[in-house]
């Protein structure tokens, strides 16, 4: 029998579903990678001309995350859907050889059981990236690729975001007939990172009472920033205003001064290449600049959370957005608010 103190505990859930991350990872690796090659395999001798991605919430980041891997590592086109054209306004584009990757935690959500349906009767190859295999999204699709992440109790997603990521990564490796050698040592590296959350409370301090946050990125790390926005207004209710770098240049730079708190996630390659401008506009406007990346870019800053060096910029993000959870349980629980039970948050939405 559960002891009723632990139970009661603010964001015991959710930290205990953190922590599980790097087991759940190795467990894609193990138990999922096959699968996974297997599908990928199939969908690959069907020749899809380019992709849709289907998704809400958390898992939509996870599909824009797949958006960049299709189109740099696979050369092909892909969008991300508007299910309203679909459910709402009953349009029926012609999806012939188009690939429609629907994406979600628990499979559930009409609109995307809808849209999906809509999908194959249009004549597209659908694949469902699920955490739920018995889900009715799982059903009316062709193929379906189990995350294999375990139920997830907590209302904010977090190991759930990291299995998307590996097995929407292994899905793209396994079209190009690529072996996900990148992925490998992510288990470890993920705990390692857990490990140091007493550096994630330090920073929490930064952002108990804000007002407001700015998170910036670019490329494989966009997804990050806003998944990272995404988990602090579950959590912790503070307005956090995601932007891609270039974006963030082009106008919304105006509501940043010298006491605005901003997040840089700066991945290590071509993504933190393109927005080293955008760091250096934000220092010279003297904002409280704290960066989630390599050690040199976080001695640059205000403050921030050194990433492991050496791992291939495509699978970054599977790691980057391991402190920025840690900080939205942090500050929310240095709020007085319990993470695990954030308010008007359902886990399974019924949009339709």
Same mark, same amino acid.
């Given at each position: 029998?559960?002891?009723? $103190? ?22 894609? @690796? ?217 974006? @963030? ?47 040199? $870019? ?38 007085? $608010? ?15």
């Amino acid at each position: 029998m559960s002891d009723p $103190q632990t139970v009661s505990v603010p964001g015991r859930i959710m930290a205990a579903e953190m922590a599980e991350q790097p087991a759940v990872l190795q467990r894609i @690796l193990d138990e999922g990678a096959p699968k996974i090659r297997e599908i990928a395999a199939g969908i690959a001798a069907r020749n899809p001309r380019f992709v849709l991605l289907t998704a809400r919430g958390t898992s939509d980041n996870a599909a824009l995350y797949a958006k960049y891997l299709i189109e740099i590592l696979l050369g092909k086109p892909a969008g991300l859907t508007s299910m309203s054209t679909t459910t709402a306004y009953g349009a029926k584009p012609d999806l012939t050889d188009v690939l429609v990757i629907t994406v979600s935690q628990s499979g559930g959500s009409p609109d995307l059981v809808a849209s999906t349906k809509a999908a194959r009767e249009a004549g597209a190859i659908t694949l469902a990236v699920t955490n739920n295999p018995d889900s009715p999204l799982a059903e009316v699709s062709e193929f379906h690729i189990d995350v294999l992440a375990g139920p997830e109790k907590a209302l904010p997603a977090t190991k759930t975001y990291t299995a998307e990521l590996l097995a929407l990564y292994l899905l793209v490796e396994g079209l190009r007939g690529g072996d996900g050698s990148a992925a490998k040592g992510l288990p470890g590296l993920a705990a390692g990172v857990l490990a140091r959350q007493a550096e994630v409370r330090a920073l929490a301090e930064r952002y108990r009472f804000a007002q407001r946050l700015v998170i910036t990125s670019r490329g494989y790390g966009y997804p990050t920033a806003r998944e990272a926005a995404l988990k602090l207004m579950e959590t912790t209710y503070i307005p956090a205003s995601p932007f891609s770098g270039a974006d @963030l240049l082009h106008g919304p730079l105006a509501m940043v001064d010298n006491v605005s708190p901003v997040i840089a996630i700066v991945p290590d390659g071509k993504g933190g290449e393109a927005l080293q401008p955008v760091l250096d506009r934000l220092r010279g406007r003297g904002a409280d600049l704290v960066v989630i990346g390599q050690q040199a $870019q976080v001695d640059a800053a205000s403050a921030g959370f050194a990433l492991p060096a050496g791992v291939p910029e495509e699978v970054q993000p599977i790691l980057e957005i391991l402190p920025l959870q840690q900080l939205a349980y942090e500050v929310t629980i240095a709020r007085g $608010q319990d993470p695990d039970a954030p308010r008007a948050l359902a886990k399974v939405t019924e949009t339709h």
